[in-house]
């Protein structure tokens, strides 16, 4: 028995909360473990999540708990916990304010001071309670100076970073945090907040308990509101609106960005190295998360997504990226946190993703497809955006005989990956349309010579006969989950008898009896060790089948996969086939996407036509 390994909750223990700048985890025990100040990217103050010891973490809870439940206050972000004791009942209440802190003598730009606020009534009986609040800054690295300033306030601050801290219920100091204890009975409320201090504060004005309360009713109040709007009325609307609500909790206002994960270093499989930082936006997001906020009725999020992603990726096309930060920066230097175990000893834990600076040539056509999909949209197409998009399509007529690293990131030999060239025929295609529609300028004849051209070469090269199926890369007898994506992105009809023994061969190959998809099996990936089933894959299945026309076969494997979920519909990267554990960073937008896209294409009306539109 490895009690190091037990100390860390499973991956699906976990809620989210949220202010759209940065996010928290918080366990079922009442224990924050995850939360970086004061973005996604920036180094945690709680990350007890990748080391137990090291990390840090903000617990909030009463002794002696017997049982627990907990909910999302419907139709919002904010988190409710209900603990049982043999003396009383509590329920704990946390999130983080959506609308800026304002107030007497405080500034009203206020873009980098986060706050959580955690507040705890007690329902019935009495219960005794207790908090921990014990940051660590620099991702671990920093252990801070701990101040009581009075007998409810302190600060903490290590390095560049610092956090006041507040507790209606006396605090001391101890273990270079601060921790506070008390008794509650019917009807009494406890509060308790973090906020994080930008530069070196001069003064930390005590913290108004009323005002707290009022925080909680307009964040309550931003997210009612905003659910409210979603216009989507088709199937599973309530998972649909859960997975709408957490995207919009892993946006980055500020920009638009939408990130894939709050997290870093989560494993694909417990104790290997698979462990990447996906706290960053990845273009290859870009037409999933596009079609989801267009459909659902969040327009304006469409479009600030879409200004992000041309801000951060106009100008040379050769210098187009596959991920980028939160406001569109280029170099996210990957970097191992030696000084850190990792999550249930899964070494080593990482800020920053290499992958960044691969060469996939995907990129290219789904910055014509986003660019296609948003116009199908209603947007709008200037000419300098046409220009740069022309510029990405030269790229491709130059670059798309050329091997690249491919879709997963794979850190091994490149290969002449068959989805990099259909997304090289997407871009091609997509710019012909956008052209002849618009009556833009551009080599049209041309463009559908070379998009005839790459297309009969997919036919000759990327699909094997003897297989029966389109396969990973040309020569190559390997299957790969991307395959299902053809249909999706109008390449081929899932009908064509080719496609379809794509599918049948996926659905042998790479898909467990629960319906859960490999991304692919028998690759040297260059990465060691094994991975878990891929989530998004399986909901692209549940699409292809629903193209196909088997639409019980879809429904039933999309009603499965829903069950993967943990309690509160969150959902992460990966699935461990053996244990049925959630593997990967979390939770995880493109799962999310995939859920809402999956929905949409059962819900089969007019008005909801496939990705490739």
């Not at 507790?167 to 270079?176: F, K």
């Not at 041309?310 to 980028?324: H, I, N, P």
Request: proline share 4%; glycine share 8%; with cysteine.
């Amino acid at each position: 028995m490895n009690t190091d390994i037990e100390r860390y909750p499973p991956i699906g223990d976990y809620g989210l909360i949220g202010d759209m700048h940065t996010a928290a985890l918080v366990s079922k025990a009442g224990s924050i473990d995850w939360c970086c100040f004061p973005r996604f990217d920036s180094e945690s103050v709680f990350g007890r999540l990748l080391d137990w010891d090291k990390g840090g973490y903000f617990a909030f809870a009463p002794k002696g708990v017997v049982r627990s439940s907990r909910r999302y206050y419907p139709n919002t972000n904010v988190l409710e916990t209900t603990f049982e004791t043999d003396t009383g009942r509590v329920t704990l209440t946390d999130f983080m304010p959506v609308i800026a802190i304002t107030g007497p003598n405080r500034p009203r730009d206020l873009t980098s001071r986060r706050q959580i606020i955690r507040r705890m009534v007690c329902e019935q009986g009495s219960v005794e309670f207790e908090m921990r609040c014990m940051p660590r800054f620099d991702c671990g690295g920093i252990v801070p100076h701990a101040t009581l300033l009075s007998e409810t306030l302190g600060l903490a601050h290590g390095g560049k970073d610092a956090i006041s801290v507040y507790s209606s219920a006396p605090m001391r100091e101890e273990d270079d945090g601060f921790v506070a204890e008390g008794r509650l009975s019917a009807g009494d409320i406890a509060c308790v907040a973090t906020t994080y201090e930008a530069g070196q504060p001069h003064y930390i004005e005590p913290l108004d308990e009323s005002e707290l309360h009022g925080r909680l009713d307009e964040t309550v109040k931003f997210w009612e509101g905003w659910a409210a709007t979603c216009t989507y009325e088709g199937a599973y609307q309530g998972d649909v609106v859960r997975s709408a609500l957490t995207l919009k909790a892993l946006t980055y206002s500020p920009s638009g960005a939408l990130i894939a994960s709050p997290t870093t270093s989560l494993p694909e499989v417990i104790g290997g190295a698979r462990n990447w930082d996906y706290r960053y936006t990845w273009i290859r997001d870009a037409t999933f998360a596009l079609y989801s906020l267009f459909i659902l009725g969040y327009t304006e999020e469409a479009h600030e997504f879409k200004r992000w992603l041309e801000w951060s990726t106009m100008g040379r096309a050769s210098d187009l990226q596959v991920m980028y930060g939160l406001t569109g920066e280029r170099r996210l230097t990957e970097i191992d946190l030696t000084h850190l175990e990792g999550y249930k000893l899964s070494r080593p834990a990482r800020i920053g993703n290499a992958a960044h600076s691969q060469f996939q040539l995907d990129i290219y056509g789904e910055i014509l497809d986003s660019a296609h999909l948003y116009r199908r949209f209603g947007g709008k197409m200037d000419k300098e955006y046409w220009q740069y998009l022309r510029h990405v399509v030269d790229f491709i007529l130059e670059h798309w005989r050329e091997p690249d690293d491919g879709i997963w990131e794979v850190r091994s030999e490149r290969r002449h990956y068959t989805f990099s060239k259909v997304m090289c025929w997407v871009g091609l295609d997509r710019a012909i349309k956008a052209a002849t529609s618009l009556d833009l300028d551009g080599e049209v004849t041309a463009w559908k010579a070379a998009r005839e051209e790459i297309r009969a070469e997919i036919f000759a090269k990327g699909y094997n006969a003897e297989r029966g199926s389109f396969v990973q890369s040309y020569g190559s007898d390997i299957l790969d989950a991307s395959a299902l994506l053809l249909p999706l992105m109008g390449f081929i009809p899932t009908r064509d008898p080719r496609m379809t023994s794509t599918i049948r061969a996926i659905e042998r190959e790479l898909a467990t009896p629960e319906g859960l998809v490999y991304r692919y099996r028998g690759m040297d990936d260059g990465l060691g060790g094994q991975e878990g089933a891929f989530l998004m894959c399986s909901f692209w299945l549940v699409d292809n089948l629903a193209f196909l026309g088997e639409r019980e076969r879809a429904t039933a494997l999309y009603e499965k996969l829903l069950t993967y979920s943990n309690d509160l519909d969150l959902y992460s990267e990966q699935i461990d086939p053996r244990t049925m554990a959630m593997l990967g960073n979390f939770p995880q937008a493109f799962t999310h996407l995939g859920i809402i896209n999956a929905a949409v294409q059962l819900s089969a009306t007019p008005r909801h036509p496939s990705y490739a539109l």
